[in-house]
């Protein structure tokens, strides 16, 4: 069976040539390992120590440093100190300098209310009795590099600040949340000057629910004065024309190029110790809390765990649930017997990924999934399409995990049944103990865990080489009575290949087997197994 890459890995048009997984990690983990969008990272990099936003943020932590800051009754910025701030030109507004608005405080100037919240939320400064003092985090942050503040102060902008509080279009958060997107489509096409709509109809073409949250031409407009005017050109990474108006037209400054950069090559970090023991302690809470067992990519984000925890909770409480192929209407479905290839197995699949992904779906492959275009679309089309969710309520996306979905439809102990083969087979490997249970039949004797698996081992080292040739569950044979529920007997039949040296003859063994298993723990587990050249 010939391995083909998942979904998630094929590059899409929609996506300006990344794979849903870049996108995934330019969210999830933008400006990090995984993300294609990165800082140049220098020490004392030069463009960002001259971001006009950052020197705003940095002279008010030296402020803040020489003495506590006194708020207004209003609890704004004093006057005379946002005067000062304007009066170094790094960032004019329009209306200031046309005398539209009167410069008289905080309330007037945008840039320093983002500035002080942004510091607020970063834990750098803090305010108390109508004052602004500053932390031990902001104290130690005043010594770190350029770049290091500006990451800190960019992410925190983008993920806490509410980039739409005040420009009076539709307070979606989806706009907001795809911007690390729009960082990659400066990079690829902001080098000349283009009409605003260039961006947001790449946008519209890789998030098409914008469209129904901003109708007609209110994207391009929230685009406009949300992520262009009120975010990028507050840093000077972007320029506007005209000055003053609803902006039609941006150019990547010399500072974007300059700070920014594609990696091509980015992979995302594997979880450091903690976050896997975090990781653990969620799912043992959350396991404990509903009944149930969770399994989880090692390398899903743990604020998206936590959101899929959040999304069963949901689902227990509403327990309201529809088929996916249900929220996919009238859809057009190939019947898998009718795919004649490859090629038209993997469209047809990204075509279902995608029409669910217009819907708020989000799907999430682990490795089992990386299989055959053709069971990957079986897998689709009887699989995920009749499985059941909460659908997602506005403003929120559904994530659909492959282990969930395959777990929910297939037996556990044909799946232990299988893993054990494929554990046994593979000589390259040691065998995962843990699929034995702690007490172990063997010849007619119960044993423990140990010695059963050295008995298991000592069967491994007769061969140089063991080739699996087939596997198929039996569901029609014999009826086994076991004791008790936690107790079950699987048949099947297995063929495979045997090779004990180099150069000799390979011997096939094929025919019935049976595994028997226990619960234990709350996972099946191992007492028994036999198969054509194999017992214990």
């Excluded at 795809?178 to 519209?204: I, K, M, N, S």
């Excluded at 262009?228 to 190029?257: I, K, M, N, Q």
């Excluded at 279902?352 to 069971?375: H, W, Y």
């Excluded at 698996?453 to 061969?463: A, D, E, G, T």
Aim: with cysteine.
């Amino acid at each position: 069976m010939r391995s083909v890459p998942s979904p998630n890995d094929q590059p899409l048009d929609d996506f300006e040539g990344l794979t849903p997984r870049q996108v995934h990690h330019l969210f999830h983990d933008f400006l990090g390992a995984g993300s294609m969008v990165k800082l140049v990272e220098a020490p004392a990099h030069p463009a960002a120590v001259e971001l006009p936003l950052l020197r705003f943020a940095t002279d008010l932590l030296d402020e803040l440093a020489k003495a506590e800051i006194r708020l207004t009754a209003k609890g704004n910025l004093p006057g005379k100190l946002v005067k000062a701030c304007y009066a170094t030109g790094r960032l004019p507004d329009y209306a200031i300098e046309r005398g539209i608005t009167r410069l008289s405080g905080e309330d007037d100037y945008l840039p320093l209310q983002v500035v002080k919240h942004v510091l607020l939320q970063l834990g750098w400064m803090k305010k108390r009795n109508n004052r602004l003092s500053l932390t031990a985090k902001g104290k130690k942050a005043r010594h770190l590099p350029p770049t290091a503040i500006f990451r800190d102060f960019l992410l925190t902008h983008l993920r806490k600040f509410n980039l739409g509080w005040s420009d009076g279009y539709p307070q979606h958060g989806d706009l907001q949340y795809v911007a690390p997107y729009l960082f990659y489509l400066l990079l690829l096409l902001g080098g000349e000057q283009r009409p605003v709509e260039d961006y947001t109809r790449r946008l519209r073409k890789a998030f098409p629910h914008l469209a129904a949250d901003f109708p007609g031409r209110s994207l391009d407009q929230a685009a406009s004065v949300r992520l262009f005017e009120r975010c990028l050109a507050y840093y000077g990474l972007v320029g506007l024309s005209p000055e003053g108006d609803l902006p039609a037209h941006v150019v990547a400054t010399d500072h974007f190029r300059s700070v920014f950069y594609l990696d091509p090559d980015a992979r995302p970090e594997p979880p450091s110790e903690e976050e896997q023991y975090q990781r653990q302690l969620k799912t043992a809470l959350f396991d404990a809390e509903m009944g149930s067992q969770s399994y989880f990519s090692d390398d899903m984000p743990l604020e998206m765990v936590e959101a899929f925890q959040q999304q069963i909770r949901e689902f227990e409480a509403q327990g309201e649930t529809v088929r996916i192929g249900d929220l996919l209407g009238t859809f057009p479905l190939v019947p898998p017997d009718d795919i004649p290839d490859e090629e038209t197995a993997r469209r047809e699949a990204e075509r279902i990924i995608n029409a669910l992904q217009e819907r708020r779906i989000l799907l999430l492959d682990s490795e089992e999934a990386q299989r055959d275009a053709f069971s990957f679309y079986g897998y689709l089309h009887g699989m995920l399409l009749n499985h059941e969710i909460v659908p997602p309520t506005p403003n929120t996306t559904r994530v659909v995990l492959f282990d969930e979905v395959f777990l929910a439809n297939i037996d556990p102990v044909e799946a232990l049944t299988e893993a054990f083969l494929l554990a046994l087979f593979d000589l390259g490997n040691p065998f995962p103990a843990d699929l034995l249970a702690s007490r172990v039949r063997l010849d007619n004797r119960v044993v423990p865990r140990e010695r059963a698996l050295r008995h298991l081992n000592s069967w491994r080292n007769r061969y140089q080489k063991i080739t699996p040739l087939a596997f198929e569950i039996v569901n029609d044979g014999p009826q086994i009575a076991t004791p008790s529920d936690q107790q079950s007997v699987q048949f099947y039949l297995v063929a495979y290949e045997v090779l004990r040296s180099p150069g000799g003859t390979p011997k096939t063994f094929d025919g019935a087997g049976v595994v028997e298993a226990m619960l234990e723990d709350n996972e099946w587990r191992i007492t028994g197994a036999r198969f054509p050249g194999f017992e214990f």
